[in-house]
C-alpha cells in the first residue's frame, strides 16, 4: 500500500527556513516521479516543485524559484522540500505526491487545471502545516 506522510510544517518568521519531509512506503522512489503541492485558504492548490525519474529533470513554480529545492534520499525513503526566505503567501498546507507517470505529475506541477481535471491522480499524503508569519 503506496503512503506518504509529511512533517517539518510550522509556525516561521517571514525570511525564515523550513525543512519539510516525506517518508515513504508500499512503493520504490527510484520508480517514481515526485512532488510537493500546497493549498492556501480560499485558493486552488498548485504545484511547487516536482522531480523527475531517472533524469532528475526539477520544475519550480515561479513564486518560488531560487528559494525552495526538492530532493529525495532513495535509501532513507525520504523526500524533502527545503525552504528558505519564506513569505507570508507561501502560507499553505504542503502536500507530498508520488507517481510513476512522470510527465502526467509535472502536467499536475505545472498547471492547476490539471489539477482539476484529474483530482485523484496520484498518491498524496495527509499535508502539513506551514505558516509564514511575525
Known amino acids: 500500500q503506496v503512503q506518504l506522510v509529511e512533517s517539518g510544517g510550522g509556525l516561521v518568521q517571514p525570511g525564515g527556513s523550513l525543512r519539510l519531509s516525506c517518508a515513504v512506503s508500499?512503493?520504490?522512489?527510484?520508480?517514481?516521479?515526485i512532488g510537493w503541492f500546497r493549498q492556501a485558504p480560499g485558493k486552488e492548490r498548485e504545484g511547487v516543485a516536482c522531480?523527475?525519474?531517472?533524469?532528475?529533470?526539477?520544475y519550480y513554480a515561479d513564486s518560488v524559484k531560487g528559494r525552495f529545492a526538492i530532493s529525495r534520499d532513495n535509501a532513507k525513503k525520504t523526500v524533502y522540500l527545503q525552504m528558505s526566505s519564506l513569505k507570508p503567501e507561501d502560507t499553505a498546507v504542503y502536500y507530498c505526491?508520488?507517481?510513476?507517470?512522470?510527465?502526467?505529475?509535472?502536467?499536475?506541477?505545472?498547471?492547476?487545471?490539471?489539477?482539476?481535471?484529474?483530482?485523484?491522480?496520484?498518491?498524496w499524503g495527509q499535508g502539513t502545516q506551514v505558516t509564514v508569519s511575525s
Open positions: 508500499g512503493f520504490s522512489l527510484d520508480n517514481y516521479a
Open positions: 505526491v508520488a507517481d510513476p507517470r512522470k510527465w502526467q505529475l509535472f502536467g499536475l506541477c505545472v498547471s492547476p487545471l490539471e489539477i482539476r481535471r484529474y483530482p485523484d491522480f496520484g498518491s
Open positions: 522531480l523527475s525519474i531517472g533524469d532528475d529533470a526539477t
